[in-house]
């Protein structure tokens, strides 16, 4: 019994003891380190891009002009060949017998026409002395006309005669590509559907095509109004072009020619770009990527894609206050620019947002400017974000916060119909929302 009682003893007083302790203090939340940008307006040149195709300037027909048998075709297929070269020959004997029988009408006329001729010089002294009748004159005046209009039609049928021999030899009548033989050697050709032989297409200079749609136009347009975009005078672009592979064609563009009117089958219109292509590098049919160069975007405010969130309603950013604490910002954004965003709305110069870190703040939430991060191309470095940070392009980013590469986002834009034919174009850039991040609760 005196055992039990003091056991129970010693647990009553150390249950007293711990109630009676003091709790814990709690330890406060740790600041968050996060890297900054300091928005400077400034004027941002941009390229509007565009995927395009390439077309012969000018696409020809090799066609028989007159019926007859093919013997041989003269020029190697899918090899350059020059203006008035050779490259197919017709059967030539019909042609050439046709030209020696009206060559032999044409002299039997002259015949007739010289015996006119004088039969009219031995009537007309007689019928001025009256020793013929005034008819006699009038027939002989008659033949010799007669005569002359005989001539003249056989003169016609040995000119006929002699273009339709020199249409058995085909020749091109450009500098261009040839496209393979549709007709081969022993071939009856007569003139349409059946007297197609080959193409040939002009590739120097070079038409690259594309299409804008009418959603594009009437968002440059609004743009253009509300001072946000501004095209370089009298819309004249310096177009480039990148080829499948990457690589940049040499030589630079301009526009020739936009078609006056939207077609009504996809929406958009055409513009025709051309270019100088010396050494053939750009063949009819391929796909290339379109930019033209000249536009500005005025005054405008370019920051990282990473410090712009998608919320529920909008996009936003964390701009940090005079307390340095951060409050959650709406934010209009526009086009994309290589690593950055163009923001419309919402921003004022010398404010500064947040760039790495971003998506682990709440509003109100305490935090630490670290290094500063790298601006998104097209743009210099302005001030650093925080006191005491050393330009951007020397400092790496945070460990913890990984950034961006342009490389990482998404590059190939939405496909829209291009010109007549329904082929592939593209807007400038997809204004594409990122993923959906919420501030922690």
């Given at each position: 019994?005196?055992?039990?009682?003091?056991?129970?003893?010693?647990?009553?007083?150390f249950?007293?003891?711990?109630?009676?302790?003091?709790?814990?203090?709690e330890?406060?939340?740790p600041?968050?380190?996060?890297?900054?940008?300091?928005?400077?307006?400034?004027?941002t040149?941009?390229?509007?891009?565009?995927?395009?195709?390439?077309?012969?300037?000018?696409?020809?027909?090799?066609?028989?002009?007159?019926?007859?048998?093919?013997?041989?075709?003269?020029?190697?297929?899918?090899?350059?060949?020059?203006?008035?070269?050779?490259?197919?020959?017709?059967?030539?004997?019909?042609?050439?017998?046709?030209?020696?029988?009206?060559?032999?009408?044409?002299?039997?006329?002259?015949?007739?026409?010289?015996?006119?001729?004088?039969?009219?010089?031995?009537?007309?002294?007689?019928?001025?002395?009256?020793?013929?009748?005034?008819?006699?004159?009038?027939?002989?005046?008659?033949?010799?006309?007669?005569?002359?209009?005989?001539?003249?039609a056989?003169?016609?049928?040995?000119?006929?005669?002699?273009?339709?021999?020199?249409?058995?030899?085909?020749?091109?009548?450009?500098?261009?590509?040839?496209?393979?033989?549709?007709?081969?050697?022993?071939?009856?050709?007569?003139?349409?559907?059946?007297?197609?032989?080959?193409?040939?297409?002009?590739?120097?200079?070079?038409?690259?095509i594309?299409?804008?749609?009418?959603?594009?136009?009437?968002?440059?347009?609004?743009?253009i109004?509300?001072?946000?975009?501004?095209?370089?005078?009298?819309?004249?672009?310096?177009?480039?072009?990148?080829?499948?592979?990457?690589?940049?064609?040499?030589?630079?563009?301009?526009?020739?020619?936009?078609?006056?009117?939207?077609?009504?089958?996809?929406?958009?219109?055409?513009?025709?770009?051309?270019?100088?292509?010396?050494?053939g590098?750009?063949?009819?049919?391929?796909?290339?990527?379109?930019?033209?160069?000249?536009?500005?975007?005025?005054?405008?405010?370019?920051?990282?894609?990473r410090?712009?969130?998608?919320?529920?309603?909008?996009?936003?950013?964390?701009?940090?206050?005079?307390?340095g604490?951060?409050?959650?910002?709406?934010?209009?954004?526009?086009?994309?620019?290589?690593?950055?965003?163009?923001?419309?709305?919402?921003?004022?110069?010398?404010?500064?947002?947040?760039?790495?870190?971003?998506?682990?703040?709440?509003?109100?939430?305490?935090?630490?400017?670290?290094?500063?991060?790298?601006?998104?191309?097209?743009?210099?470095?302005?001030?650093?974000?925080?006191?005491?940070?050393?330009?951007?392009?020397?400092?790496a980013?945070?460990?913890?916060?990984?950034?961006?590469?342009?490389?990482?986002?998404?590059?190939?834009?939405?496909?829209?119909?291009?010109?007549?034919?329904?082929?592939?174009?593209?807007?400038?850039?997809p204004?594409?929302?990122?993923?959906?991040?919420?501030?922690?609760?």
């Open positions: 019994m005196p055992r039990h009682f003091v056991l129970i003893s010693i647990i009553v007083i249950s007293f003891s711990e109630g009676c302790s003091e709790p814990p203090e330890k406060p939340p600041v968050a380190e996060v890297t900054a940008v300091s928005i400077e307006p400034r004027d040149p941009i390229e509007l891009e565009f995927v395009a195709e390439t077309r012969s300037s000018r696409h020809v027909e090799i066609r028989a002009r007159v019926s007859g048998f093919l013997d041989k075709r003269l020029y190697t297929e899918g090899e350059v060949v020059q203006a008035g070269q050779k490259m197919y020959q017709m059967d030539r004997k019909p042609f050439e017998a046709a030209l020696q029988s009206a060559e032999g009408q044409l002299a039997q006329q002259q015949a007739r026409l010289q015996v006119a001729e004088a039969t009219l010089g031995r009537v007309r002294p007689l019928a001025e002395k009256n020793a013929l009748s005034k008819k006699n004159l009038d027939d002989a005046t008659g033949a010799v006309q007669q005569a002359r209009a005989a001539v003249l056989a003169e016609g049928e040995v000119r006929t005669a002699k273009l339709n021999l020199s249409y058995t030899t085909l020749r091109s009548p450009l500098h261009g590509l040839a496209s393979f033989s549709l007709r081969h050697e022993g071939s009856y050709l007569s003139p349409g559907e059946g007297g197609l032989l080959t193409y040939v297409d002009q590739v120097n200079p070079i038409w690259v594309f299409s804008v749609s009418e959603n594009q136009m009437l968002k440059y347009q609004s743009e109004e509300r001072g946000l975009l501004k095209f370089p005078p009298l819309n004249r672009f310096e177009v480039q072009i990148t080829l499948a592979n990457g690589a940049l064609f040499p030589h630079v563009g301009h526009i020739d020619f936009s078609e006056p009117s939207f077609s009504e089958e996809t929406g958009t219109f055409l513009v025709r770009t051309q270019f100088i292509n010396p050494q590098v750009l063949r009819p049919g391929q796909f290339v990527r379109l930019q033209l160069k000249g536009a500005v975007r005025p005054n405008s405010i370019l920051v990282p894609q410090a712009v969130l998608q919320g529920a309603k909008s996009h936003y950013v964390w701009v940090i206050n005079k307390e604490k951060v409050d959650r910002r709406d934010v209009e954004v526009g086009d994309w620019q290589g690593d950055g965003w163009f923001i419309n709305h919402g921003l004022v110069a010398g404010e500064r947002v947040v760039v790495d870190g971003a998506v682990r703040l709440s509003p109100g939430a305490a935090i630490k400017v670290i290094n500063a991060p790298r601006l998104p191309e097209g743009q210099t470095a302005g001030k650093p974000g925080g006191p005491g940070t050393a330009p951007a392009a020397s400092i980013q945070p460990p913890e916060e990984a950034s961006v590469k342009s490389g990482d986002l998404p590059s190939t834009p939405d496909s829209q119909a291009i010109g007549q034919k329904s082929r592939a174009s593209s807007f400038i850039k204004q594409s929302s990122t993923p959906e991040e919420k501030p922690p609760e």
